[in-house]
């Protein structure tokens, strides 16, 4: 479990003085501390629900590095990308587009998928299989141009 593993790298990093690490630290913390108060006391996270918050840490800090760049504010924008390598590093190994491919063709072809029509329950089972393995807008283009 993630949560587990947080707190002792907030202190490594405290130590070492390492202000990027840290930020990014305490935002997966937060994160996991206000998905844990949502669900109720007592429930724990499940491993996949902390690895779909990183995933939309990472998102939203790609996002707000993108609209800094747009702005001309490169400064803002390594912030962000700063915080994004060290939420990276607890997530699983990134598949490469060629092993996503294949995983999608094998999901197409055990799902009975045909057209564009069935794009939905692709979609479905594909994030389902490569949850926190791949980024949502490459499986989804994936899908879609498999399925045209």
Do not use: C, W
């Not at 990027?20 to 206000?34: E, P, V």
């Amino acid at each position: 479990m993630i949560s587990n593993t947080i707190d002792q790298e907030i202190k490594q990093a405290m130590l070492a003085k390492d202000q990027a690490r840290l930020r990014g630290l305490r935002a997966i913390k937060a994160a996991l501390l206000l998905a844990k108060t949502e669900k109720g006391s007592a429930e724990e996270i499940t491993e996949e629900a902390e690895l779909k918050i990183l995933q939309r840490l990472i998102k939203q800090r790609k996002e707000s590095a993108d609209i800094y760049k747009q702005q001309g504010r490169e400064d803002l924008s390594n912030i962000e990308e700063e915080e994004v390598e060290v939420i990276s590093a607890f997530m699983p190994k990134q598949l490469d587009r060629a092993e996503i491919e294949q995983l999608i063709s094998v999901i197409i072809k055990n799902s009975g998928a045909s057209s564009a029509k069935d794009m939905g329950k692709v979609m479905g089972l594909a994030n389902k299989e490569l949850a926190g393995k791949a980024d949502g807008k490459l499986i989804a283009e994936i899908v879609k141009s498999q399925l045209a």
